[in-house]
Structure formats: C-alpha cells, structure tokens
C-alpha cells in the first residue's frame, strides 16, 4: 500500500509549527527575564555622617540622694537652776546673736554677788592691816626691837590676807557669772524652735530650753561611688577647684506647671578621705546659701555635680548606638566602604555621649547619622561629622527609593505620577 504523501506533508508541517511557536514563546520568556534583570536598579550609597574614634575628656553630670543639715545648730541650755521668769521671743521666728532669750529669777543670785562683793571688801581690810603690820615689825626688827619670829609673823599674816582676798574675789566673779546666767542669750542667729519649758517652771540644769537652727548658709552632707571621689580627686589636681567644686542642689516635688523644681547652686566643701568598706562611697559635703530661707535642716534633696570627668575615654554620639541580635552594636565603615555591625559594651551616658568600654579602637569610622536606613552591607557614603549630635530619628522602613518623586510606584508623588501616567495610557 503507498503512503499518503499529503498527510505526511501535514503532519511533518504541524510538527515544525508547533517547535516555531513553542520556541517563540521561549524567546519571549527568555527577553521578559533579561529585560526584568535589566531594570533593577542597584541600591545607591547611603549618605551618613561618619566619625573617625578617638581617646578624649568627657565631662558627665552625676546625681546623688542627700539631706540637708545645719552643722551650726545649738541647744539652748539653762546652765543655774530657778525658776522661769520670762521668755522674750515669738517661738518659731527668726533672732540674732546676742538677742534675750529667757530670764530666769535673779534674787538668789543677786544676794550672792553682794555677799561676795562685802567678802571682798572685808578682805581687802585684812590686807591693809597686814600690810602695816608687816612694815611696822620691819622697822623694829632692824632697830632690834623685836625678834625675827614677830617680823616673819607679821610677814605670814600679810601673805594669808592676800590668798583670803584673791579667794574673796574669785567667789564673787563665779557669782557673777552666775548671775549672768539668769539672762539666757542667743549663742548665733538663726530660727528658733518651740520652748522646751513652760514659764513659771524651774529650771534644773543642765536643762534643755531651746534650739536655734542657723539657716544661712545650709550644708548639705551626701555620698558618691569611690570611682566618682576618684575622678574628682583628678580633676582638683589638674583643673581650678572653683570650676570642679560646682554643686546643685534640687529639691523634688516643688516643681509645678509653671516653674522647675527650686535650686541652689553651692561649692563642695568637704571630700572624704577613705572609702566606706561597705558601701563602697566617700562621704561629702557641700556648702549653699540659702537666703530665701526655704531649705530646711532633715530634709532629703538631690546632689548634682555637673563637671565629673572620664579622662581619655571613647565616646560616640548616643544615636550612634542601635540593639542587635546580640546586644548593643555600632555600624563601622570598612575598607571597601561598606557599613558593618560591630558589638561594644557600654559605658556611662555623658549627656548626649555614650562612652564605649569595649569593641572599638582609635581609627575606627563610626556611623553616627540615617542609623533606621541603614543595614550590614550597606554602600556608605561618608560624610564629614560636623561635631553635633544629629537628633533622633524614626528611619523604620525607609530606604534611599522612597523618595518623593521615586519611580516605579515608590514614594507617594510616584504612585500618584504612575496612576496619571495609567490613565493617560488608557486614553
């Protein structure tokens, strides 16, 4: 039987229609690949501020607990017993040094200086008696009248008139002195407290009356780390102890809506001189004027010292500083300009500074600026750091293609420019 050429020719021509259209459908598969590699745009560098680490002084500004004394403050003290005649201030109020206090009954001791005051007087006779005596057997003795034993009698009796005397006067000053202890007086100036007896009360010393509370200036006593004393032990060393020694004293809970917490602005005074074995602190006092009057001795405040130096240190901008997966991390600039993480261990913060302990070295580029927008392997494009700290930023989910006039649908102006562009098409 012959073969029907006319199907072979139709099956032979189906065939190689079928392998054209399947090898066009593979082109076309093939150039939408390439031309869908081909417009991917690589990521552009990203423009950050970088700093070069080195070793450097900063100055931190530490707080501590204190309480407020006053190393002034006297117990007034009743010091001769009788009974209380008056008190002559207003409990409570402000008096001076020197200022009449109370009065304790003076007749009793009135009656002793004059009784010590006659003692006096009769002894002072005796001495003059004596005395006359002593030259009239001085004079005889040498006209051989009388004996030496008179002469040395007479001598003997001069010298006993004069003891008497001297005793006679040192009774009448302790009586005066005693008197002079009826009038209770104000040892210093300052605020005075309640009276501790009723007028009208005997007095039994020692007996406590009064205390009076100088106000002006105020000490205020705290302790600081040993680390801290250390510090500034250094800086008295190396810098003016004016500038070293700036203390502030904030009192917590009197600010209000319209105002800060109060303040006083004083010099340390007193840094101890061993450390507390345990509690690991040196004691300290500092000194303020308090001329509004409105700190009060027991009451708890807070110390602040502005100027505790970290001498050669590392330190990078706070924003510097970011958390990873393995604790806190700074990006670093390689040598082919790409930004990778490096791990450090933290130090204290110094106001917009953070100091780092551990993981970097001098030489190194930290990031400091666009921290959100950056990832490791990133393409940096380093820019000189100015010196000031940039300000925080939310960068979460930004990258260099979001910006307003973007192509490709990203950014808000180019999803906008796409849709125009959509319809403009469509028309």
Known sequence: MRPNLKNCTLGFGGALLLSLVLAGCGGDDQQSAKQQGGGQ?????????????EAHDVALSKEYPAQVRSNREVTVMGRVEGVLEARHY????????????FTIEQAPYEA?????????????????????DAERYARLYNQNSVSQQQRDQAKADLSTAQAALAQARAALDSAQINLSYT??????????????????????PPQELATITPLN???????????????????????????????????????????????????LDF??????????????????????????????????????????????????????????????????????????????????????????????RVVVS??????????????????????????AGENPSQEPDAKGGEG???ARRDAQDGQNGAN
């Open 370 to 395: 666009g921290i959100g927008s950056i990832s490791a392997g990133d393409q940096i494009d380093a820019q000189p750091f100015t010196g000031k700290v940039p300000a925080p930023q939310n960068n």
């Open 112 to 132: 002793t200086v004059k009784q010590n005051q006659a003692d006096v007087q009769s002894a002072q006779a005796e001495v003059s008696r004596a005395k006359r």
């Open 217 to 267: 200036p105020i000490e205020v006593r705290f302790s600081l780390p040993a680390d801290d004393a250390f510090s500034l032990r250094q800086q008295r060393q190396k810098e003016d102890e004016g500038a070293t020694d700036t203390v502030i004293l904030t009192a917590p809970g009197t600010e209000s809506a319209s105002r800060d917490a109060l303040q006083l602005r004083g010099k």
């Open 271 to 364: 840094l101890g001189s061993r450390v507390d074995e345990s509690t690991s602190t040196v004691q300290a006092e500092a000194v303020f004027q308090n001329d509004d009057q409105l700190f009060l001795p027991g009451q708890f405040v807070r110390i602040s010292l502005p100027h505790v130096m970290r001498y050669d240190v590392y330190a990078v901008p706070a924003i510097a500083v970011t958390e990873g997966l393995k604790g806190p991390q700074v990006f670093v600039v390689n040598g082919e300009g790409k930004a990778e993480s490096r791990f450090v261990s933290l130090g204290e913060i110094a106001g917009d500074w953070q100091i780092i302990t551990e993981g970097l070295k001098p030489g190194d």
């Open 90 to 101: 207003r409990e409570g109020s402000m008096v001076e040094k020197g200022d009449k206090l």
């Open 183 to 204: 009038e209770v007086n104000a040892p210093v100036s300052g605020m005075i407290s309640l009276s501790e007896i009723n007028v009208g009360n005997l007095v039994q």
């Open 41 to 53: 745009q690589q990521k552009p560098p990203a423009k950050a501020e970088v700093m070069e680490v």
């Open 412 to 414: 808000v102006e180019g």
